[in-house]
Nanobody
Framework: QVQVVESGGGLVQAGGSLRLSCVVS????????MGWYRQAPGKQRELVAA???????NYADSVKGRFTISRGNDKNMVALQMDSLNPEDTAVYYC?????????????WGQGTQVTVSS
């Protein structure tokens, strides 16, 4: 069974920083790409940042230059450093892991962590 567990959300003032972490555990062959998504009230879930197994990154235009995604050396962990936060970044942030097992790739999600940015 695969588990995806996030940590690091919270309340911060505009201009502040937060760091989110996500760890994947369980039985599987390998992890392909990992990423962070967010969903604000009344909005659809959107991609924030993603990183491939080879280290290539992709960011939403709204967070470029402010957020940095990184993957741990053991490839089972991904972090999101969020700087210069603004109230528009308020959302529930979800970790996504695309995992190869049983001959196919599967998407797994964490339970979400709340990020609230006050003005």
């Amino acid at each position: 069974q695969v588990q995806v567990v996030e940590s690091g959300g919270g309340l911060v003032q505009a201009g502040g920083s937060l760091r989110l972490s996500c760890v994947v555990s369980g039985s599987f062959s390998s992890i392909n790409h990992m990423g962070w998504y967010r969903q604000a009230p009344g909005k659809q879930r959107e991609l924030v940042a993603a990183v491939t197994g080879g280290g290539r990154t992709n960011y939403a235009d709204s967070v470029k230059g402010r957020f940095t995604i990184s993957r741990g050396n053991d490839k089972n962990m991904v972090a999101l450093q969020m700087d210069s936060l603004n109230p528009e970044d308020t959302a529930v942030y979800y970790c996504n892991a695309n995992i190869f097992e049983r001959g196919s790739s599967w998407d797994y999600w964490g339970q979400g962590t709340q990020v609230t940015v006050s003005s």
